[in-house]
């Protein structure tokens, strides 16, 4: 056997538990194959444990140590980091749980806080520059950290309980869906729930599209007078959480 043929049969052993992989490799080694194999599917076990805590704490540990058995029988790691194993674990929740939506959503939340950690760094505008602006064909650059989802549960309530280390409140689907923005402010990831039109402005900003089409968006949406002020008031709380990081 060439070491390309055994190296390709310890993965199939490993990602599948191949018996035939197995028996090509040799019988005398067995015993030691079974030793990598738990070892291999505790490591991706202990990854998900790590990265996904708040899951763990939600549905508890022997629910999501046969969910994340589950997701690992299916998914093997597909790059060179450990890291990145966890980033298909909400798709797994999503399926897994269909309903009770807020398990999948407090996976979208544990990820993209871990994510937003040690995303890349970017200076916050200076706000004493605001006023060199010409805001009619301002195109804003918001922070590389920033993510958006949808939520349709009352998930980002239990996170921040569970975080809390306080009875988290029970599940409950929200009177209407709404947009979640999560970001890292300084060294600090942190999550809110976006104001009505927000999220549908922070798409057009992260679109390329200028302050002046934001406006008309918000106008569109809400009238001359409060969609101005709609746009004005989310330019403002973007510029205060150091959500934009340049002005082309």
Not at 142 to 168: M, Q
């Amino acid at each position: 056997m060439s070491l390309l043929a055994m190296q390709r049969d310890f993965r199939a052993w490993l990602s599948e538990s191949s018996d035939d992989a197995a028996l090509r490799i040799g019988e005398a080694a067995r015993p030691g194959l079974d030793v990598y194999h738990d070892n291999y599917r505790a490591a991706l076990a202990n990854c998900l444990a790590e990265v996904f805590e708040r899951v763990l704490l939600w549905i508890g540990e022997e629910r999501f140590r046969s969910t994340a058995a589950a997701h690992i029988d299916v998914t093997p790691p597909h790059a060179w980091t450990l890291d990145a194993y966890a980033g298909d674990f909400p798709e797994t929740l999503d399926l897994l749980f269909r309903d009770d939506p807020e398990i999948a959503e407090l996976g979208w939340l544990d990820l993209a806080l871990s994510e937003a950690f040690v995303g890349s760094d970017a200076v916050p505008v200076d706000p004493g520059r605001l006023g060199e602006v010409d805001w009619d064909r301002a195109v804003l650059r918001l922070s590389p950290t920033l993510a958006t989802h949808v939520f349709r549960s009352n998930a980002a309530a239990i996170w921040s309980a569970l975080s809390a280390g306080e009875v988290p409140p029970a599940a409950a689907l929200l009177p209407e869906p709404v947009t979640i923005l999560l970001w890292r402010k300084g060294l600090t990831p942190c999550f809110r729930t976006a104001e009505p039109g927000e999220g549908q402005a922070i798409a057009l900003a992260r679109s390329g599209a200028d302050f002046n089409a934001i406006c008309a968006a918000m106008i569109e949406r809400l009238g001359e007078q409060e969609g101005i002020a709609a746009a004005g008031g989310f330019l403002g709380r973007w510029i205060g959480d150091d959500l934009v990081v340049g002005i082309d």
